[in-house]
């Protein structure tokens, strides 16, 4: 967080300084980072949590376990598009615009059974 905090030092506080790491948004925050870039919410997760950077940051941590969980960076790209597709998926068959959003965990199980995965992400 060094190298951030003299760049957020060398640029004021004007500067929009986007961190790319994502293991620990308030840190990133905390060292002067106007917000951090997070990979792992690159593939829509339904369960974001309303202004709470704690369960932000335990879904970024269930995201990068899908990544460091690959052996190189091709596996990391077709896991994150695999998670992805799945939740597109079940946005499209199972959410219609008419539904509450309260439902969308429903179908996630089964979309994820489908892929082999455990729904959870």
């Known amino acids: 967080m060094d190298e951030l905090r003299a760049l957020r030092a060398a640029a004021g506080p004007d500067f929009a300084l986007y961190d790319g ?3 620990y ?4 925050l905390d060292a002067g ?7 792992p919410l690159s ?3 339904t369960d974001l949590p309303r202004r709470n950077l704690d369960g932000l940051q335990a879904i970024v941590d269930r995201g990068q376990a899908v990544v460091d969980g690959q052996p190189d960076l091709v596996a990391q790209a077709d896991a994150l598009q695999s998670v992805m597709l799945i939740h597109l ?3 499209l068959l ?3 615009v008419r539904q509450p959003r309260a439902r ?7 979309l994820a059974v489908m892929e082999g995965m455990d729904g959870t992400f």
């Open 94 to 96: 199972c959410c219609p």
């Open 25 to 28: 948004l308030q840190r990133s």
């Open 104 to 110: 969308l965990r429903s179908c996630l199980p089964r």
């Open 43 to 45: 593939t829509l997760p």
């Open 21 to 23: 790491r994502s293991r």
């Open 33 to 39: 980072a106007s917000g951090v870039v997070a990979v």
């Open 89 to 91: 998926l079940h946005h």
